[in-house]
T-cell receptor
C-alpha cells in the first residue's frame, strides 16, 4: 500500500467544522482512500472511504482532490466525542494484501 | 449493530508464560486479523486469517505467535513464551470480503497485555 502523510495534531472548537488533510502523492489508480479513527482507549473504527468522488455519510464527508494525491476528511460540527486519532489509509483492490497499514495519524483535540 | 468482542480486557502475566487472547468476530465475516499497539505507538499488523489458514503475517508474528479458529466462532492469538516487549494492546478485527470497494474492518475493544 502507498504511504500517506498527515499532520500530527489539530485543534478544533466544539460545534465548528474540522478539515483533516491527508497527502498520498504516490497513490495508485486502484487504491481506495479509507479513514478510520481511534477514540481514547478503544479500537480503531471505520469512518468513511472513497475512490474519486466526494462521499458523505452520517459521520463525515470525504473530499478527494481531482488528481487524487490528497484528500480531506470533514467533520461538519465537531463534538467532544470526536476527539480521537484519525488515520488516512490506502487500500488496494481485492487480491492484494488485506491488512490495514496505520501511520501515526492526526490527533484531533476538541475544545468546549 | 454486530460487534467484535475480545476477552479478557486486561491480562497480566509473568515473562515466559503462555497467554491466549480470545476474539469473537462478527458471525458472517470471513477474514480475521490481529493487530497490536504498544503504548504511544502506531497500530501494527500481526496476522490475517482466512479459510482456516494464515493468509499474511508481519515480521512481528514470529514462531512465538500462533492463531487458531477452534470452533467456528472464536479466533485466538497465542503467545507461547511472553517477553516484556509483548506488552501492548492487542486488537482483533474482522471483515466480510476484504474488498476495499465496499468493505471495512471492524475492530474489537482490545486486550491489554501486561508482561511482568
Amino acid at each position: 500500500d502507498a504511504k500517506t502523510t498527515q499532520p500530527n495534531s489539530m485543534e478544533s472548537n466544539e460545534e465548528e467544522p474540522v478539515h483533516l488533510p491527508c497527502n498520498h502523492s504516490t497513490i495508485s489508480g486502484t487504491d481506495y482512500i479509507h479513514w478510520y479513527r481511534q477514540l481514547p482507549s478503544q479500537g480503531p473504527e471505520y469512518v468513511i472511504h472513497g475512490l474519486t468522488s466526494n462521499v458523505n455519510n452520517r459521520m463525515a464527508s470525504l473530499a478527494i482532490a481531482e488528481d487524487r494525491k490528497s484528500s480531506t476528511l470533514i467533520l461538519h460540527r465537531a463534538t467532544l466525542r470526536d476527539a480521537a486519532v484519525y488515520y488516512c489509509i490506502l487500500r488496494d483492490v481485492p487480491g492484494s494484501q488485506g491488512n490495514l497499514i496505520f501511520g501515526k495519524g492526526t490527533k484531533l483535540s476538541v475544545k468546549p | 449493530e454486530p460487534e467484535v468482542t475480545q476477552t479478557p480486557s486486561h491480562q497480566v502475566t509473568q515473562m515466559g508464560q503462555e497467554v491466549i487472547l480470545r476474539c469473537v468476530p462478527i458471525s458472517n465475516h470471513l477474514y480475521f486479523y490481529w493487530y497490536r499497539q504498544i503504548l504511544g505507538q502506531k497500530v501494527e499488523f500481526l496476522v490475517s486469517f482466512y479459510n482456516n489458514e494464515i493468509s499474511e503475517k508481519s515480521e512481528i508474528f514470529d514462531d512465538q505467535f500462533s492463531v487458531e479458529r477452534p470452533d467456528g466462532s472464536n479466533f485466538t492469538l497465542k503467545i507461547r513464551s511472553t517477553k516484556l516487549e509483548d506488552s501492548a494492546m492487542y486488537f482483533c478485527a474482522s471483515e466480510k470480503y476484504r474488498d476495499p470497494r465496499t468493505d471495512t474492518q471492524y475492530f474489537g475493544p482490545g486486550t491489554r497485555l501486561t508482561v511482568l
